[in-house]
Structure formats: C-alpha cells, structure tokens
C-alpha cells in the first residue's frame, strides 16, 4: 500500500498551466483563440454520465466545470486569458453543489478576466472585432460551429461601424497537440501516480481471481482499488478477456465464467486527475500457466523487452513496433505457426494473422492521446517528454495452420514508458509480468 492511500492526489500548480497559456500563444499567433469544454452528455431521462472536461481545455486552464469557455486574445506584445463559465447561483449550488463562478475562478486559476457563460453571444462578438484570425477547432462539435458562425456574423454586421472582422481561420489542434505531445514535470508526476495505482489495481486482480468467478468480478476489484488510492474513473472501459476472449481486442462485455485452465487478459487503467493510465497483463486463472500458455507468453514478453530496448531518445517512433514485430515472427516461427524466413514473413504480412495491431500509442489527458506519429511523411524521432504504451500481442484465433494446444491463447502485456534523456522511465514498473513473477504471486495468494 503506499503513503498517500485515500489522500487526493494535489492538483498541479495554476503556474503550469499559464505556462502552458503562454506557450500556446506564441504558436498561434495574433487573434483570437476559443476553446470550449465538454458539455454533460445525457446516460437516460434525466440522468447524466459521470462529466468529463475536455481534455485540450482542462490542458491551459485546470478548470473542470462544465458548461465553460477558454478565450485568448493573442497581441503582438499583450496576451489576455479570460475565462466564461456558470455563475454563482445559491437555488443551483443547493440541488448540485460548489461552482466558482467567475470571479472566484479568474482568481483561483490565474486569469486575467471571467464572465457569465450566457453572456457569451454578447461579448463574444466584442472580443473578435478587429482580431486578425479567429483560432477554433472547427468541425469538432457541431454546435460550436454554429455558434462561431453567429459570432463572426454578428461582427460582419458591424463593417460599416469601421470594425474589422476576423479574415483567418486558424484549428489550434496541431500546435496544441504539439504541445501536449511533450510532457513536463508535472504532467510526468501525476502520469507516475497513475501508474502506481494502476499497477497495484492489476496485483490485486491477479490476487483474487479463481476459476469459476465471472470476469466482471475481476472488473470490481480494479475498480475498487483504483476508487480506494483516489482514482475517481477508469480512463476507458476495462476489458476483462478470459478463454477464447482474450482474441477479442476490443471485448467488453466482461461476463463470461472464467473456466480452471484458462488465460484472462485484462486491459484496464485508472484516470488520475485528468490522465491516464494503460496496462494489459495475461495471467492463468488457476495460477499456473500451461506449457503452451507458456510458450506464446514467453516470446510476447521477449517481444516487449525488444520494444523496451528500442524506446529511446533519437529513434523513431516506429523502432519499438518493428523490434516487437520482429521477435513475435521468429516465434510464430518456432512454434510452427508459420513457415518462411522472418523477411518474407515481413513482406507478405502473414504474421497479421495473430498480431494484427501496432505496439502502442501516446498516453496522456486521452489514453489514446493527441499529436501526429509522423511528421513530412516520416516516422518522428522520439524526444524526452513523450509518453506512450508499449503492448505486442499474440493472438491465436482456431485456424487450419494452428496446433490445438494453441488454440484460444490470446495475449497482450501493455507498460507505459516515458522518453527521458538517455532511454525511457516504465512509468507501470511495479507491475509484475514474468511467469515467474506472477505465478509466485497468484501462489502467496492462494496461501493466505
Ligand atoms: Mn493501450
């Protein structure tokens, strides 16, 4: 158990994201920037889902309200950051709780102006005269769209009054993008605690699985322990996969019996603070692994070492999917699955037939997170500051060119590693992942 169980984990310091304010700013350029958050999005009648900000949003303010808008006005040498979001409203406050309000929120998260949301479509039209680019994601949502469309008429509407209105659109999504694509120190602290939590969420799955249990029993004891260490949500549905599931990638249904003799696959992370957290491990049901199981998770581990040895600074994005790749031919060659040289495997792409997906992908405020893999058409070099998953596979769905003993095994085992100067963190280390780890593990459990 760590020290800060069932302590929140502290927020990061309102400097980090005028840090990143002032960052974005430079990118962009004169004009305008308008970025919206997330609204509630409706489960049934009149219940809502659990609200989730926008992350980009969240990313340059920290504010999680919904119902909220991120404004910038870009100078040449004055920016000004100013925030619209649900005012103070005590009949409100009683039914749903706690809200800032504007002038509370300008003071708490930095900003140099805050006003009312529903005087929006009056100041909006305002703050874009004579602007030179309006800076939006357009096409992201249409309502916005609408609204950015009202706006920049309302202010068209006023040409003969000797205003201009903005003549450049501009989508913030690539610089920002860019931005977020590289972590810093505090993004990398909370990324960590997530992991830590994460890890021990899946040491206690392997603790309390047994034959006969449904795989959605599995699902509760990681969300207890992720909801027990201050993890309020899973950063995306877990997948439990047990048997012939486990060759399921995106399986969710997670209620199945889980049978003595079988593998389980779970795919689950926890969601610290707005970021996520991505791990997979493959264990026996029963505790122990067949020597087949053995086998495939073997030369999947072999594979994820390779990825590991490739994660660092100067090489290519792609370097750890090719390295994985590599080592999960030769064994599909060892075990007979294929025949022909590892090349032609390469070439003909015949290995897709049991790892059909790639080794990973960037991990952050989205669990499958912004920021291009290539840039002018080639793989980008990895920098210190990326965060991203390293998950090979080994899926062996019944075929005509599959032994019997392999049928039904499907395997990922999913870490998240940071680039750091001379290599990588595994930021989900203290995740066991060894059969021999594991089967001492699920072994101590079974004693107690
Ligand atoms: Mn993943």
């Known amino acids: 158990m760590s020290a800060n169980a069932n302590h929140p984990f502290p927020a990061q310091p309102i400097s980090a994201h005028q840090a990143r304010r002032a960052a974005l700013a430079s990118r962009l350029g004169p004009g305008i920037a308008i970025v919206p958050t997330t609204g509630e999005t409706?489960?049934?009648?009149?219940?809502?889902?659990?609200?989730?900000?926008?992350?980009?949003?969240?990313?340059?303010t920290?504010?999680?309200?919904?119902?909220?808008?991120?404004?910038?006005?870009?100078?040449?040498?004055?920016?000004?950051?100013?925030?619209?979001?649900?005012?103070?409203?005590?009949?409100?406050?009683?039914?749903?709780?706690?809200?800032?309000?504007?002038?509370?929120?300008?003071?708490?998260?930095?900003?140099?102006?805050?006003?009312?949301?529903?005087?929006?479509?009056?100041?909006?039209?305002?703050?874009?005269?004579n602007q030179p680019a309006v800076h939006f994601a357009l096409g992201a949502d249409s309502q916005w769209?609408?609204?950015?469309?009202?706006?920049?008429?309302?202010?068209?509407?006023?040409?003969?009054?000797?205003?201009?209105?903005?003549?450049?659109?501009?989508?913030?999504?690539?610089?920002?993008?860019?931005?977020?694509?590289?972590?810093?120190?505090?993004?990398?602290?909370?990324?960590?605690?997530?992991?830590?939590?994460?890890?021990?969420?899946?040491?206690?799955?392997?603790?309390?699985?047994?034959?006969?249990?449904m795989e959605y029993e599995l699902e509760a004891e990681i969300l207890h322990d992720y909801y027990r260490q201050g993890s309020r949500f899973p950063a995306y549905s877990s997948i439990v996969a047990s048997g012939p599931n486990a060759c399921v990638l995106h399986y969710g249904e997670n209620n199945r019996r889980m049978q003595d003799g079988e593998l389980v696959l779970i795919d689950a992370g926890c969601e610290l603070n707005g970021y996520a957290s991505d791990i997979t491990r493959t264990f026996p049901v029963n505790g122990r692994f067949s020597p087949a199981q053995k086998a495939v998770y073997e030369i999947t581990l072999a594979a994820m070492q390779a990825a590991f040895a490739a994660a660092k600074p100067g090489n290519t994005w792609n370097m750890p999917h090719d390295a994985a790749t590599r080592v999960l031919i030769e064994g599909m060659r060892e075990l007979k699955l294929l025949g022909g040289s590892v090349d032609e495997i390469?070439?003909?792409?015949?290995?897709?037939?049991?790892?059909?997906?790639?080794?990973?992908?960037?991990?952050?405020?989205?669990?499958?997170?912004?920021?291009?893999?290539?840039?002018?058409?080639?793989w980008r070099e990895l920098r210190p500051g990326m965060v991203f998953t390293i998950e090979p596979g080994f899926y062996i769905r019944p075929a005509e060119n599959v032994p019997k003993e392999f049928e039904h095994i499907g395997i990922r085992i999913e870490d998240d590693v940071a680039i750091t100067a001379d290599g990588h963190e595994n930021l989900t280390a203290s995740c066991p992942k060894t059969v021999a780890e594991i089967e001492a593990l699920m072994a101590r459990a079974r004693e107690d």
């Open 62 to 129: 920290g504010f999680t309200e919904p119902d909220a808008l991120f404004v910038q006005l870009i100078g040449e040498d004055k920016v000004e950051n100013i925030l619209f979001c649900r005012p103070k409203d005590a009949e409100r406050e009683i039914w749903d709780g706690y809200r800032y309000g504007p002038d509370a929120a300008r003071d708490a998260f930095g900003l140099d102006a805050a006003y009312p949301i529903d005087e929006l479509d009056e100041r909006l039209p305002q703050l874009m005269a």
């Open 42 to 60: 409706a489960r049934n009648a009149d219940s809502t889902y659990p609200y989730r900000f926008d992350s980009g949003f969240f990313y340059l």
């Open 145 to 213: 769209d609408k609204r950015l469309s009202g706006w920049l008429n309302s202010v068209r509407s006023l040409v003969r009054t000797g205003v201009q209105a903005p003549t450049r659109l501009n989508d913030w999504r690539g610089p920002l993008g860019e931005m977020r694509l590289g972590k810093d120190e505090h993004e990398l602290a909370v990324l960590r605690e997530a992991g830590r939590i994460n890890a021990a969420a899946h040491v206690r799955a392997m603790r309390f699985a047994r034959p006969g249990q």
């Open 346 to 378: 390469l070439e003909t792409g015949a290995y897709r037939q049991f790892y059909m997906h790639r080794t990973g992908h960037w991990m952050g405020l989205d669990v499958h997170d912004v920021g291009d893999y290539q840039s002018n058409g080639a």
